[in-house]
T-cell receptor
């Protein structure tokens, strides 16, 4: 059974700092990996999706990397801003017939202090 | 942009009531999902639908049913609401497969609605 772990559970940084959020998964036979952002009391916003054949994806100040063989992904946020404060979740789908199904980590709560 | 909407942001119901949660997406996605999110437990899949009138149980289907009569609409039904169904309910949608005129890079990407916070008293 696929398990997804996110470390740390919470992170507090000063504004302007570069930071890395970590995601690990137990079954490397993934179809893709998706990073989401969730603001308090709201739904999830898709940030980046990495296919299993890719190593990284970039969007603005965000860069997500994937090392399938070691079961790890990182989300790099450059020059953090208070507006980046949110919970960040990663989710993986397995290859094969059930590739629609996502397994989620419990998230990292990020606070960026002005 | 994909838009997934949910009928209510907040809902308060009484134990034993029948509750309907509605979800609509405007991107002609085949797949639709219902999750619940609870502190410490994360997101858990309740039901999934890959086509009109088609459904599959997720990890925690007990106490729930679903209906998909039209491609754009997916309803979650609590037949007899109980206090342990107090939760945040999230709907999502995605393409069924990579479509030739869509970007491969976005294949299988799930898009979420704003959520419904349900309280059962």
């Amino acid at each position: 059974k696929q398990e997804v772990t996110q470390i740390p559970a919470a992170l507090s940084v000063p504004e302007g700092e570069n930071l890395v959020l970590n995601c690990s998964f137990t079954d490397s036979a993934i179809y893709n990996l998706q990073w989401f952002r969730q603001d308090p009391g709201k739904g999830l916003t898709s940030l980046l999706l990495i296919q299993s054949s890719q190593r990284e994806q970039t969007s603005g100040r965000l860069n997500a990397s994937l090392d399938k063989s070691s079961g790890r992904s990182t989300l790099y946020i450059a020059a953090s801003q208070p507006g980046d404060s949110a919970t960040y979740l990663c989710a993986v789908s397995l290859s094969g017939g059930s590739n629609y199904k996502l397994t989620f980590g419990k998230g990292t709560l990020l606070t960026v202090n002005p | 942009d994909v838009k997934v909407t949910q009928s209510s942001r907040y809902l308060v119901k009484r134990t034993g009531e029948k509750v309907f949660l509605e979800c609509v997406q405007d991107m002609d996605h085949e797949n639709m999902f219902w999750y619940r999110q609870d502190p410490g437990l994360g997101l858990r899949l309740i039901y999934f639908s890959y086509d009109v009138k088609m459904k599959e149980k997720g990890d925690i289907p007990e106490g729930y049913s679903v209906s998909r009569e039209k491609k754009e609409r997916f309803s979650l039904i609590l037949e007899s609401a109980s206090t342990n169904q107090t939760s945040m309910y999230l709907c999502a949608s995605s393409l069924y497969y990579w479509v030739r005129d869509k970007s491969f890079l976005r294949d299988n990407e799930q898009f979420f609605g704003p959520g419904t916070r349900l309280t059962v008293l």
